[in-house]
């Protein structure tokens, strides 16, 4: 059997994972087998990253439209009930840029829900429900009545108990 050499295509392929290794640390920006290491690795990372990276931005976004329905007095969850209901489709992205940039549409577009979920606001959060001077609650121990401690003391003539005699005076 003819030997190989494999001639353009090996440099080829070398040259292809040194450049995607350019900048790298060390070795594995210069000698192959680390260079393969580190852009099979690399290229992983990328590819794991942009899914996270539509997973971040949808829960970004969900944020951002929550915090303006609470503003409007909906909740989230019935702001995207309502909007299925009254056919409206726009999608996460459009809202959230809708939410932070033009208030008053959106506040048009919560009003224009509102019916089909019954009219339902969000009730007071829990700021705005407590009262302005809350007072602070005392420790443990002075926080227990007195009575519910036992004080022991000496017993009172009334007290005494009735097996051992009281003395009388002598006369």
């Given at each position: 059997?003819?030997?190989?050499?494999?001639?353009?295509k090996?440099?080829?392929?070398?040259?292809?994972?040194?450049?995607?290794?350019?900048?790298?640390?060390q070795?594995?920006?210069?000698?192959?087998?680390?260079?393969?290491?580190?852009?099979?690795?690399?290229?992983?990372?990328?590819?794991?990253?942009?899914?996270?990276?539509?997973?971040?931005?949808?829960?970004?976004?969900?944020?951002?439209?929550?915090?303006?329905?609470?503003?409007?007095?909906?909740?989230?969850?019935?702001?995207?009930?309502?909007?299925n209901l009254?056919?409206?489709?726009?999608?996460?992205?459009?809202?959230?840029?809708?939410?932070?940039?033009?208030?008053?549409?959106?506040?048009r577009?919560?009003?224009?829900?509102?019916?089909?979920?019954?009219?339902?606001?969000?009730?007071?959060?829990?700021?705005e429900?407590?009262?302005?001077?809350?007072?602070?609650?005392?420790p443990?121990?002075?926080?227990?009545?007195?009575?519910?401690?036992?004080?022991?003391?000496?017993?009172?003539?009334?007290?005494a108990?009735?097996?051992?005699p009281?003395?009388?005076?002598?006369?």
């Amino acid at each position: 059997m003819p030997r190989v050499k494999r001639g353009s295509k090996r440099r080829q392929r070398r040259k292809k994972y040194l450049s995607l290794t350019k900048g790298q640390f060390q070795n594995k920006s210069k000698l192959y087998r680390y260079a393969k290491e580190a852009a099979e690795r690399s290229l992983k990372f990328a590819y794991i990253g942009r899914r996270l990276k539509k997973r971040d931005f949808r829960s970004l976004w969900i944020i951002r439209i929550a915090a303006a329905a609470r503003q409007n007095g909906i909740s989230y969850s019935k702001l995207i009930h309502g909007m299925n209901l009254a056919g409206i489709d726009i999608n996460r992205k459009m809202l959230a840029e809708m939410a932070v940039r033009d208030a008053e549409g959106f506040a048009r577009l919560v009003e224009q829900v509102r019916p089909h979920v019954g009219g339902a606001s969000v009730e007071s959060t829990p700021a705005e429900a407590a009262p302005a001077a809350v007072p602070a609650k005392a420790p443990a121990a002075e926080a227990a009545p007195a009575a519910a401690k036992p004080v022991a003391s000496a017993p009172t003539e009334s007290e005494a108990p009735e097996s051992a005699p009281a003395e009388e005076p002598s006369a």
